[in-house]
């Protein structure tokens, strides 16, 4: 093995030892904060026989007291997110892309919670993180229809039709009237 070799094969091992200490000291900052927000102060301050054992949450309050101010400037808007055009020819579509982004993020999933969280976490433990990831899943509905009319029937048999196979009916019987309502089920 060169000397090159040796000297850069040392200098990774002191980059991964130094990395090791960081996170050490990184997670016991994080273990204190934590017991500092609960109010855990025996480590740093243990109480003294006789004495008061009240103990100030100023951890606590100060993030408490940050959290309204910091939602309400990433969430205090109808847009959490805003696309900017490039050009006048994409004004329209940026504008589209924004709606469309907000709906996703503050209707169609938590938005508010999860800007909470990540924000709170990142005061409390110096790193916030949100996990992202788009689903795409089919859900089906059965709906089960009594006593329709022939007319009815009919409506109901044009518009699976018209579906395009979205709809089907999957079964269909016609009673006697006099005895048992007529049955209809379909799925979507």
Request: charged share 35%; aromatic share 10%.
């Given at each position: 093995m060169s000397t090159s070799d040796l000297k850069a094969m040392l200098a990774a091992e002191k980059v991964d030892a130094l990395a090791a200490i960081s996170a050490a000291r990184l997670?016991?900052?994080?273990a204190d904060a934590m017991d500092y927000y609960l109010g855990h102060m025996a480590k740093d301050m243990p109480a003294q026989d006789?004495?008061?054992?009240?103990?100030?949450?100023?951890?606590?309050?100060t993030i408490e007291g940050l959290m309204p101010n910091l939602m309400d400037i990433f969430a205090g808007s109808?847009?959490?997110?805003?696309?900017?055009?490039?050009?006048?020819?994409?004004?329209?579509?940026?504008?589209?892309?924004?709606?469309?982004v907000?709906?996703?993020?503050?209707?169609q999933n938590p938005g508010f919670m999860?800007?909470?969280?990540?924000?709170?976490?990142a005061l409390l433990s110096?790193?916030?993180?949100?996990?992202?990831?788009?689903?795409?899943?089919?859900?089906?509905?059965?709906?089960?229809?009594?006593?329709?009319?022939?007319?009815?029937?009919?409506?109901?048999?044009?518009?699976?039709?018209?579906?395009?196979?979205?709809m089907k009916i999957v079964a269909h019987t016609v009673h006697d009237m006099s005895n048992v309502p007529e049955k209809t089920e379909a799925t979507s």
């Open positions: 997670a016991e900052e994080r006789g004495r008061s054992r009240a103990v100030s949450t100023d951890v606590a309050d109808d847009e959490v997110v805003r696309f900017e055009p490039v050009g006048p020819e994409d004004e329209a579509a940026a504008a589209q892309e924004t709606d469309y907000n709906h996703v993020f503050m209707q999860i800007l909470y969280s990540f924000i709170k976490d110096k790193v916030g993180i949100v996990k992202v990831w788009w689903e795409e899943r089919e859900e089906e509905e059965r709906e089960t229809y009594y006593d329709l009319t022939e007319d009815q029937f009919a409506l109901l048999a044009q518009a699976v039709a018209e579906s395009d196979g979205a």
